[in-house]
């Protein structure tokens, strides 16, 4: 898996290359580390990047396969690192020399046009719910809706049981602190500590933080919430670790059913992902909450 | 994000070299069924795995994806799902760009 595998002009291609990259790719999207899927898909006539011709970027840059024409090569391997971070799967254009285009005008006022489909392919993200009450349900119900794998914790079998999260991946009931010791946490892995009470999730927060989890979101008011991250930062955990912790939990949207808490907390968790401003997109909705 | 079984099609069909096409959505405008990246493989016997939306659009990519089968370049087709209402712009539905390259050749 080196750069030299295809030198960037295309010549000596490797006939068991195809069947490479797909298995890399479907490595990838079980067990990751993420990688990106680089596919022409248009380009002008003549240029020597033609459609269907593609190209695997890892994490650490190396590339398996390569597109034609250098400075489109070095050009797409530099997107699609930007895009890992962004989980993004988009195309991208490129002048045959390699330049990005963004935006609609340049890419329509471009006289020539390569077009990259850039995939970023991972296992899917993880959402570890800590606490299978109402709102633990609703979270994970979402969760599952948005394409997450769902994993839920209780310690009480009424709470974590098959019939009671059909939409999960996994259903653990055990020891709060023993299961989570031992459950894997990964950079695409979110964590909500949503339990039966702030015991629990200072408990379950103690477990979790700083374990390198995308996302860390803690429910509580604001009150309880500072008492739990004051008990963590006396007993000696990371206070940079702990101000990375989301609590109380989820986005402003007087969220009050489980249901609402839910949203509030994927599209919180949504925002942590894609990034963007968590306002309204229209001026109209931007009055109404700053009127609140 | 495609399934694992999409994925699995894909490698098995490129590395068996078995005739197969992938359609890719590349691009979305609009409201569309599926978003970019949703992948639909097809075999030489017509059976389908995945969805990239189904409908209209993914009849119209259908008959593109036997042509790629029947040894057609890699291509970009561009399926409107919008309708078209008596003296309004099209306003529902949405476009999308689907890449439908051969596999296994």
């Given at each position: 898996m080196t750069t030299s595998d295809v030198p960037p002009d295309g010549s000596a291609v490797d006939p068991a290359l195809p069947a490479r990259i797909a298995a890399a790719i479907l490595a990838a999207s079980r067990e990751g580390p993420p990688l990106v899927s680089c596919s022409v898909i248009a380009a002008p006539a003549g240029h020597p990047a033609q459609p269907g011709d593609k190209m695997l970027v890892f994490q650490d840059g190396e590339t398996l396969g390569a597109l034609a024409g250098a400075a489109l090569h070095d050009a797409v391997r530099h997107a699609a690192l930007a895009a890992i971070p962004r989980h993004a799967v988009e195309t991208a254009f490129f002048t045959p020399a390699g330049e990005g285009l963004t935006g609609r005008r340049a890419v329509a006022e471009a006289a020539e046009v390569v077009e990259v489909l850039m995939e970023v392919v991972e296992p899917a993200a993880t959402l570890l719910v800590v606490g299978g009450g109402h709102v633990g349900r609703a979270i994970g119900e979402i969760g599952a809706i948005l394409g997450m794998s769902v994993a839920v914790l209780d310690d009480r079998e009424d709470y974590a049981n098959r019939d009671r999260f059909p939409f999960a991946d996994q259903v653990i009931c055990g020891d709060f602190a023993r299961e989570l010791d031992r459950f894997p946490i990964t950079a695409n892995t979110f964590v909500v500590l949503v339990s039966r009470g702030h015991k629990v999730d200072e408990l379950g927060l103690a477990r979790v933080v700083g374990r390198g989890a995308a996302y860390v979101g803690m429910i509580g008011s604001k009150r309880r919430t500072r008492t739990v991250l004051e008990h963590l930062a006396a007993a000696g955990v990371d206070a940079a670790a702990l101000e990375r912790v989301f609590t109380p939990i989820g986005l402003d949207i007087r969220a009050e059913t489980p249901e609402e808490i839910a949203l509030a907390v994927l599209a919180e968790i949504t925002l942590v992902r894609?990034?963007?401003?968590?306002?309204?997109?229209s001026a109209h909705g931007q009055r109404l909450a700053s009127a609140l | 994000m495609p399934s694992d079984e999409v994925y699995r099609a894909i490698e098995s069909a490129v590395t068996a070299g078995e005739p197969a096409v992938l359609a890719t959505v590349a691009q979305t405008f609009g409201s569309t069924p599926r978003k970019t990246g949703a992948k639909m493989v097809v075999r030489e016997d017509g059976s389908f795995i995945g969805t990239i939306g189904g409908g209209c659009g993914e009849a119209e990519v259908w008959q593109e994806a036997m042509e790629v089968l029947d040894g057609g370049a890699a291509r970009v087709v561009t399926v409107d799902l919008t309708e078209p209402t008596d003296g309004?712009?099209?306003?529902?539905g949405g476009v999308m760009r689907i890449f439908v390259e051969p596999l296994g050749r």
């Open positions: 894609r990034g963007g401003g968590g306002r309204p997109l | 309004e712009d099209k306003i529902c």
